[in-house]
């Protein structure tokens, strides 16, 4: 049984700095590509960065290239999402997914089997 549960998120003024986790149990392989999306208000969820958790890269949305890093820590079993220089456009529900290994697009939603139950997200002026 794969579980993903988010924790970090909150309230930060427009230029500061959070940072979101996700915690991960249950299968290795079922979860070897992990993503984090977020969902504004009105909008479509969008992915922001994710990670092959077996070492085989990176990748990040434009909006957030170069303030954002998505990291984990194996011992731990956890997924971040460091989020520096943020902007009030970044306020959103933040998801992490996870999956088994894929071919193609990894905002494509349809790739993850297993979803978080979301964190809250708020950037102030």
């Known amino acids: 049984q794969v579980q993903l549960v988010e924790s970090g998120g909150g309230s930060v003024q427009a230029g500061g700095s959070l940072r979101v986790s996700c915690a991960v149990s249950?299968?290795?392989?079922?979860?070897?590509?992990m993503a984090w999306f977020r969902q504004a208000p009105g909008k479509e969820r969008e992915g922001v960065a994710f990670i092959y958790r077996n070492g085989g890269g990176r990748y990040y949305a434009d909006s957030v290239r170069g303030r954002f890093t998505i990291s984990q820590d194996i011992p731990k079993n956890t997924v971040y999402l460091q989020m520096n220089s943020t902007k009030i456009e970044d306020t959103a529900v933040y998801y992490c997914?996870?999956?088994?290994?894929?071919?193609?697009?990894?905002?494509?939603?349809?790739?993850?089997?297993?979803w978080g139950q979301g964190t809250q997200v708020t950037v102030s002026s």
């Open positions: 997914a996870a999956g088994p290994a894929f071919v193609g697009n990894w905002v494509d939603t349809r790739k993850y089997n297993y």
């Open positions: 249950g299968s290795t392989s079922r979860t070897v590509a």
